[in-house]
């Protein structure tokens, strides 16, 4: 049987639950995780599209790869961010609740809207993030434990370069056979992103400990720092700091 998300859980049996992960991720799983995790995070092309960095507004990229809680906490170290707001993207403004998305039925995504300086790293480099450490864009619906089209892979772009960088990048990535299996990231449009609840933001710095966090999210945070450490900062931008 496939794990729960924890959040998912009433809060008096979570406890219960992330005991036995706990134990599981001991005893058996953490080997295997560890394992894939560096498959995942082998060393990956930089983009030969790209913008350039210069000067200008803050920009904001929008982003799903499974729950929110890891590609909140990946992020959060990349130099150039500005803020990281965990929420939900692909569905109606109404119904944009943890508790309704998690249904899966109502087309949103779990995702994340970053906010970076463009004179220290580029679109294309955070989209190198995405698809090296912070997912794995060869899994349909699902990342993980979690299972759902709430868990899916796709970016969302805000205009057209956007859009032409991240299609220009799968197909660079597919060409090199960086991923034994197909990309499955969807790439489509923005029309929205809605944050989610107080208690989901920066979920990751404010419980390192919990299993769920030290199984699924903490290695992608170890690769960002072992692969990509020009782009890797030790302390974190938080939403929490940037109110």
């Known amino acids: 049987m496939t794990p729960t998300h924890p959040a998912l859980i009433?809060?008096?049996?979570r406890a219960?639950?992330?005991?036995?992960?706990?134990?599981?991720?001991?005893a058996c799983a953490w080997g295997v995780h560890t394992v894939r995790a560096a498959e995942l995070g082998a060393p990956f092309p930089p983009p030969t599209l790209d913008n350039p960095k210069a000067a200008g507004p803050l920009q904001t990229a929008v982003l799903s790869g499974g729950c929110?809680?890891?590609m909140q906490g990946v992020f959060e170290h990349v130099r150039g961010v500005r803020r990281v707001w965990a929420g939900y993207s692909g569905g109606r403004a109404g119904t944009a609740q943890y508790e309704l998305v998690s249904t899966g039925t109502t087309g949103h995504a779990e995702s994340v809207q970053i906010i970076f300086d463009p004179s220290e790293v580029s679109y294309g480099e955070i989209l190198r993030v995405f698809f090296s450490v912070a997912h794995d864009p060869t899994e349909l619906n699902r990342q993980g434990p979690d299972v759902g089209t709430q868990y899916r892979s796709e970016i969302f772009y805000a205009d057209a370069m956007q859009r032409r960088i991240a299609l220009a990048y799968i197909a660079q990535l597919q060409r090199a056979h960086v991923f034994s299996d197909p990309i499955v990231t969807?790439?489509?449009p923005l029309t929205g992103f809605y944050r989610a609840e107080e208690y989901h933001q920066d979920y990751l710095v404010h419980h390192p400990d919990q299993p769920y966090i030290v199984y699924n999210d903490l290695p992608k945070l170890a690769n960002l720092r072992r692969l990509l450490p020009a782009m890797y900062r030790s302390q974190p931008v938080l939403v929490a700091a940037n109110r």
């Open 10 to 13: 009433p809060w008096r049996s």
């Open 16 to 26: 219960a639950w992330c005991a036995l992960l706990a134990a599981l991720a001991t």
């Open 68 to 70: 929110f809680w890891g």
């Open 186 to 188: 969807r790439v489509d």
